[in-house]
């Protein structure tokens, strides 16, 4: 006997063929929009950089812009000095931090930020000589109130003066911590400085409620004291020894990154 269109064989038959024809198209869907995404997610990487740089210029590209302003290096943040181990095109210090070889797990009083675990290597961007930059940008991220928080801080060529700040990706409370890409509360981090006149690797720029009176102080976020501490506590660790610490310190004494290396390579010929 002939089963009718209504039969439940029927019913699942086309079911199944329908679920396998939709995971072939959007599966061929996804793998042909890969290399798509991927150059997106690169333009706007260049884009949030010349953002922060305040480089950004309607008149060119921002590939062009990029390409003209900014260099991509790779420093080794143990000892804050540059390595050509890694291509900084190509290095995901994601993936490093992740990597045993690369990267290494923080104790509970290091990990202020609340990442786990670190690369040892990072990328920055330098903007103008590359032995005397006008800009350095610094990748930074941390634990939010619900999730981590990544962004990029720019800093004068004295290792020590804020440009600014920004935030690409994080999943704070709009209206409350999502401020953090106010442009008006952005605005309060130019001039900032990180470091006081000590001359140590400890820093001491920080959110305050109550409004900001010193020049390491910027307002904290209203309405949101937890993503404020994660703003500062991810500051804290980037820019202490943990961190950019050791980099910045060549900038703030004065001393360019190929007098340090060439430093460090007379005193190694001494002890020979």
Request: glycine letters at 8%.
């Amino acid at each position: 006997m002939a089963q009718g269109n209504n039969s439940i064989k029927k019913i699942l038959t086309v079911a199944f063929a329908l679920c396998v024809v939709c995971s072939i198209i959007v599966s061929t869907a996804a793998v042909a929009l890969r290399p798509l995404q991927q150059t997106n997610q690169e333009l706007d990487r260049k884009s949030n950089i010349l953002n922060v740089a305040k480089l950004s210029n309607s008149d060119t590209s921002v590939e062009e812009t990029f390409r003209d302003k900014i260099t991509a290096r790779v420093v080794d943040l143990r000892t804050g000095e540059y390595t050509d181990q890694f291509d900084p095109d190509t290095f995901n210090q994601f993936e490093a931090a992740r990597d045993p070889a690369t990267g290494r797990t923080l104790s509970g009083d290091q990990d202020i930020a609340g990442l786990s675990r670190v690369e040892n290597f990072a990328t920055i961007y330098l903007v103008g000589n590359v032995d005397d930059p006008d800009q350095i940008v610094l990748p930074i991220r941390g634990q939010g109130l619900w999730g981590s928080m990544y962004g990029f801080l720019s800093v004068e060529g004295d290792g020590n003066t804020i440009v600014s700040i920004t935030y690409y990706d994080h999943s704070e409370t709009p209206g409350l911590g999502a401020e953090v890409n106010n442009p008006r509360w952005q605005a309060q981090w130019e001039g900032k400085k990180i470091y006081d006149d000590e001359g140590d690797l400890s820093p001491e720029i920080h959110l305050t409620k109550g409004g900001a009176s010193s020049e390491y102080e910027v307002d904290a976020l209203s309405g949101a004291t937890l993503t404020s501490n994660g703003v500062t506590n991810m500051l804290q660790f980037w820019m202490s020894p943990e961190g950019f610490g050791e980099y910045l310190a060549k900038f703030r004494s004065g001393i360019t990154q190929e007098e340090a290396q060439q430093a460090d390579v007379d005193l190694e010929s001494e002890g020979a």
